[in-house]
């Protein structure tokens, strides 16, 4: 810097000294618009268009692949229905309300599970990830739970239970509130430690650091770490109710089984697919709405 001016009319300077050394060297402000307008690589996102394009293809790709099988006679009606049945059959049960009782009760079941295992796992695993005490007291011990198999508890939660709902809302529990634990300690610790810091500098208790810094930066971590949660807790109720249940999607599925209606299984199967597939896409819209998140789809 030139001594004797003022430290903004020296930035000042500077900046325009580099910006007329940018415009004398036009090769390499091509080279740079060049990697700006790469359409594909690590890390390069692509257009909505195209990113819905390519899934739709896929999707239709196997549809088609699944249409030939069925009717070239590949594999026997019995080992996979043709698409049409299944479509027909889906018809049939939503036409009598099997399926809307049946859908009715799992999204209930779901809901109240995820729930109550998220309103816990929230406030436990932001505290064992910014305390240390906590985390000496809490962490093993959620290890050591999240290793027992979940399909273990399924006949001790009957005898604890019963096979109500209660016993669906354990279970899903049990699947998921060890993890999402662990995932949430692990969303405050990756908090930088240069905003605690200036917390500190700032002279605001750890009350004020916690609320104000530590969970609003670790927010969007904990909102995927829900997401992703989210379909283990549809694969745990559906264990639930292939096991003990009256009602829901999974009880449906192996009521079919004994009758041997391949085409009422993978018609559920593909439903549950789809469920799981709106309820992970909603979140990651609403994740990007709440959070200002830049996704890898523009």
Do not use: C
Not at 245 to 274: D, E, H, K, P
């Amino acid at each position: 810097m030139k001594a004797g001016l003022p430290v903004v009319d020296q930035v000042s300077e500077e900046r325009a000294v580099k910006m007329s050394q940018a415009r004398s060297a036009p090769g390499v402000v091509t080279r740079q618009a060049k990697g700006r307008r790469r359409s594909s690589g690590i890390g390069v996102p692509i257009a909505r268009s195209r990113f819905v394009m390519i899934a739709v293809a896929v999707f239709a790709g196997l549809g088609l692949a699944w249409w030939g099988a069925t009717t070239l006679e590949l594999v026997k009606p019995i080992f996979l229905p043709s698409p049409a049945s299944v479509v027909s059959q889906l018809g049939k049960l939503a036409s009598d309300g099997t399926l809307w009782l049946d859908l009715q009760a799992s999204m209930y079941r779901i809901a109240i599970g995820f729930l109550i295992a998220s309103a816990l796992a929230i406030p436990i695993g932001v505290l064992i990830g910014s305390f240390g005490a906590w985390e000496a007291g809490v962490e093993p011990l959620v290890d050591f739970v999240r290793y027992m198999p979940v399909v273990a508890f399924v006949p001790l939660s009957i005898l604890w239970s019963g096979t109500g709902d209660t016993q669906k809302f354990l279970i899903i529990f049990i699947g998921t509130f060890f993890q999402q634990v662990l995932m949430i300690m692990d969303n405050v610790k990756r908090v930088p430690k240069d905003f605690i810091g200036l917390g500190r500098t700032l002279g605001l208790p750890d009350r004020k650091i916690l609320t104000r810094i530590v969970v609003p930066s670790a927010l969007p971590g904990i909102w995927d770490t829900l997401r992703i949660s989210l379909g283990w807790a549809w694969t745990w109720l559906v264990l639930a109710e292939l096991v003990a249940a009256t009602s829901g999607l999974g009880y449906r599925i192996i009521v079919s089984q004994r009758y041997f209606q391949t085409n009422t299984i993978i018609g559920y199967i593909l439903l549950l697919g789809v469920l799981g597939l709106i309820t992970d896409q909603v979140m990651k819209a609403l994740g990007k709405v709440l959070f200002r998140q830049d996704g890898h789809v523009q």
